[in-house]
């Protein structure tokens, strides 16, 4: 039985990052993990694959696309579909590679297997090499999510596939169908038309992007119509079979879909299988996550959960937060996550981003604010680089000012909401944002367009 302070089942950003704090905070740290390489689903099979083929395919398109305007005339653009899978994969490599040397770094206990907790303090490690047991004062579970699918659909691992088939399709479908106009189904569903394939999504709802803001998401709607992509909203999948060569989609009250490949994209769902949670009396929600209190703790004395698998907002850097968290409690008796200052970003183009609460939420909650938008098409460097789509929208409450939500759609969103993240953290109001200086000529001064906008006072529109 070998002793540690800390062990964390999970080598996800909740796990690695939170075995990387621990040990920066001298605990003797172990982390458990299936997989031969670390990152979880955000390294492996998530983020940064799929923005590795966003950024290749949008690449492809912008140059196979008019370019002339530039005065830039292109011929001959080819598609090398395998040469662009094995420059993700070697992002990819660089990146969980880069881990192991944070791991061997910080002096961190890598086991490679499947962690099971079997008592109080007590974990069983079951890998190629038989079983390793463990022993600590704390246990932190961080097996994030697994993706879900629908009645009526089995998943083949091939044509009727989840995000991990879409991250590797060996040729560029034909005909794919996404089932899910969320992140992930707008993010692949954008990567497969760029590189060729006719796309149309199914969605459930009568809108796209659940969550987000519904003007903002409108907007997209438009922009992602008019990029080729179909949508059927307000369609209900019923189910989904396969010869081997293509697939037929049911939906129920409409025409059947036949295409060459499917991809589900309607959520995920945490991942708590055989993981033991019975041996310490941890029960899941109706939803299958693991309940925790504020300071990240499970029922179970000395057991903490971070991450998708106690719900949320499935996010990796939702998760990455939670894990310093839950460590800095555990050793200084403080930590604290502000799930209000989480932002959330789809990684389309343009990008969409958002940060606290929609305006739907705030009309819901009777919350009087007042709003400033600002159109990318007023904007010099918007107009100098050619993507002029979208605006940034401010809400501020009405009598403070104090900023209560940002919801960006346009180029480089996902890097200008963290001006706005940051502003919230710090309280500021839209009228602290408007005040500082931004460089000229920059997509950052939209977002100051738009805190002066608040206040009706813009000084470009
Ligand atoms: P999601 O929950 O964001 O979207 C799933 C969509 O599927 C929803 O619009 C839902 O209404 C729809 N749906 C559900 N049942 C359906 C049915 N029977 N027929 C048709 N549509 C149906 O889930 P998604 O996109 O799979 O992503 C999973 C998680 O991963 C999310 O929490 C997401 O935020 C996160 N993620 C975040 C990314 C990012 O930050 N860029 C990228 C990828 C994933």
Redesign the pocket.
């Known amino acids: 039985m070998t002793k540690h302070n800390l062990i964390i089942i999970g080598g996800g950003p909740g796990g690695y990052v939170a075995a990387i704090r621990a040990a920066q905070l001298g605990l003797d740290v172990a982390c458990i993990e299936l997989d031969k390489s670390l990152g979880g689903t955000c390294l492996r099979v ?2 940064i694959p ?1 923005k590795a083929l966003l950024e290749s395919s949008e690449q492809f398109s912008e140059i196979k696309g008019d370019l002339s305007s530039h005065g830039i005339m292109v011929d001959g653009v080819q598609l090398d579909l395998g040469k662009m899978l094995k420059n993700k994969d070697r992002v990819v490599r660089a990146l969980t590679g880069g881990i192991d040397s944070l791991f061997k770094k910080n002096k961190i206990t890598r086991y490679l297997g499947r962690g099971r907790i079997t008592a109080a303090g007590k974990v069983t490690v079951s890998g190629s090499e038989g079983e390793t047991e463990l022993t600590a004062d704390k246990i932190i579970i961080a097996t994030g999510s697994v ?1 879900a699918t ?1 009645p009526g659909i089995e998943l083949d691992g091939d044509r009727i596939g989840t ?1 991990t088939e879409a991250l590797t399709y060996g040729e560029v479908p034909g005909h794919l169908v996404v ?7 707008l ?1 692949m569903a954008t990567v497969w038309r760029r590189l060729g394939a006719s796309v149309t999504i ?4 009568d809108r ?4 987000m803001d519904s003007a903002i998401a409108t907007e997209a709607l438009k922009i992602f119509k008019k990029q080729g992509l179909n949508f059927q909203l307000g ?3 019923t189910g989904v079979t396969t010869d081997g060569k293509g697939c037929t989609v049911d939906i129920d009250g409409a025409d059947a879909i036949h295409c060459d490949r499917v991809l589900v ?4 769902k945490p991942n708590t299988a055989e993981l033991g949670l019975e041996s310490v009396g941890i029960e899941t929600d109706k939803r299958g996550f693991v309940p925790v209190d504020e300071h990240l703790a499970t029922s179970a004395e000395g057991i903490y959960a971070v991450g998708d698998v106690i719900g949320g ?3 990796a850097h939702k998760a990455e937060e939670e894990g310093v968290a839950c460590v800095e409690g555990i050793v200084n008796g403080y930590g604290h996550v502000n799930y209000n200052t989480i932002p ?4 389309t183009a343009p990008e969409i981003a958002s940060v606290g609460q929609t305006e739907d939420e705030l009309k819901e909650a009777d919350v009087a604010y007042r709003k400033g938008e600002f159109p990318f098409i007023a904007n010099g460097r918007a107009r100098a680089i050619g993507h002029t789509d979208g605006r940034v929208k401010i809400l501020a409450d009405e009598k403070t000012d104090r900023i209560l939500g940002a919801h960006i759609i346009g180029p480089h969103a996902g890097d200008l909401i963290a001006e706005a993240a940051v502003a919230m953290e710090f309280g500021a109001s839209s009228e602290d944002l408007a005040r500082c200086c931004h460089a000229h000529p920059t997509l950052a001064e939209a977002v100051k367009e738009a805190s002066l906008a608040v206040d009706g006072r813009a000084l470009h529109m």
Do not use: N
């Open positions: 998530g983020c799929s993706p629908l995000s089932i899910g106009a969320g992140a992930i189904g993010e199914l969605e459930y709802l796209i992007l659940p969550g369609c209900k999948v994209a309607v959520g995920r907002a499935m996010l959330a970003i789809v990684y």
